[in-house]
């Protein structure tokens, strides 16, 4: 059994998500609750969105680190915008937000495609960038609900067949994903790009212009959840998910996404994003301290990452020689 649950790591990942939560009913009965559920789910939805972006970018061997900042940027952009011009369709100030962000992540793909910059400093570089444009533009100051629009702020709070639209919103996002990763040309690639990058380049896939297109993905889901972001807290500032970009590679990384690249699956992103929603959601309820959970999280962190090492072992060896990747 164990051996079966090794192999199929989406399918452990459920197992230690029930486990979490008859371990959690033991002190909090009510948590299990369907309600209270569908709440969790509803809070780790903006969560489960960036991590689908990330593993896009963490599959092709990279990684994004501005993801966060990112959204905090468009976040800011689209309540500055509501604020001196409420009158704005809140479809079109999505649209902004997704175009922003795919603009934001075509930066960091650009970067690495065109000037061979390792993806770790670029995004870093972009992530202190981005910080600092939100406080040119805001100079500081937040944007509160009293300056946002109803109309703005109830999208993502207005419910559909029982269920907040922030959580259908992220359930459309999982199977859009789901289809780019199975079922087009650009999902296998890819795969392709981060199982083998000089292989790859036999095989016609342009490794530079695959790495750029995740960096988009990345962004523009970055952007959507920048407006999310803020409608649903009804708060723009510069901190907004300030660190949170280790909370969405941790998503990945116990999902089972390899920072290694190549392998991973849409199933075990969500899946991990769910894992960390429920700790987040359980352990202030059973009366755990901030630092203690610090260090679950961390330690749970460490344990997916080994875990990721036993089952990434590679067998053979590469026979092709180092080819141009861009």
């Avoid at 649209?95 to 650009?110: D, P, Q, T």
């Avoid at 805001?138 to 109830?154: E, L, P, Y």
């Avoid at 907004?240 to 996404?257: K, Q, T």
């Avoid at 199933?267 to 755990?288: C, D, Q, R, S, T």
Wanted: charged share 10%.
């Amino acid at each position: 059994m164990m051996k079966i649950l090794m192999k199929n790591r989406e399918l452990l990942l459920v197992v230690a998500i029930a486990a979490l939560l008859v371990l959690i009913t033991l002190r909090f009965p009510a948590f299990i609750e369907p309600a209270n559920l569908a709440r969790v789910y509803n809070d780790t939805s903006i969560l489960i969105i960036l991590a689908l972006g990330q593993m896009a970018v963490i599959m092709t061997r990279c990684i994004d680190l501005s993801m966060a900042a990112n959204l905090a940027l468009c976040g800011m952009v689209v309540a500055m915008i509501n604020s001196v011009a409420p009158g704005v369709p809140v479809p079109a100030l999505v649209l902004l937000a997704l175009l922003l962000g795919a603009f934001l992540g075509s930066i960091n793909g650009l970067l690495i495609w065109k000037l061979e910059i390792p993806p770790i400093v670029v995004t870093l570089g972009t992530l202190t960038i981005y910080r600092g444009t939100i406080f040119l533009l805001s100079g500081g100051a937040w944007i509160n609900a009293h300056q946002m629009s109803d109309a703005f702020k109830a999208l993502p709070r207005a419910t559909l067949a029982g269920l907040p639209v922030l959580s259908w919103l992220s359930v459309l996002m999982i199977a859009l994903i789901y289809i780019v990763m199975t079922r087009t040309p650009l999902g296998r690639a890819f795969h392709a790009v981060g199982g083998n990058p000089h292989a790859a380049v036999y095989t016609g896939i342009d490794v530079g212009r695959t790495r750029f297109a995740a960096y988009c993905l990345s962004g523009a889901l970055a952007g959507l959840s920048g407006y999310l972001w803020v409608s649903r807290y009804a708060v723009a500032y510069v901190d907004i998910a300030n660190g949170f970009e280790l909370d969405i590679i941790a998503a990945c990384v116990i999902g089972g996404i390899s920072i290694a690249g190549g392998i991973g699956s849409v199933p075990g992103a969500v899946l991990g994003a769910l894992f960390l929603g429920v700790i987040k959601n359980a352990l202030p309820v059973i009366n755990i301290s901030p630092f203690a959970q610090m260090a679950i999280s961390g330690t749970v962190i460490i344990i997916a990452v080994a875990v990721n090492a036993r089952a990434e072992k590679r067998k053979g060896r590469v026979i092709l020689k180092k080819a141009e990747a861009h």
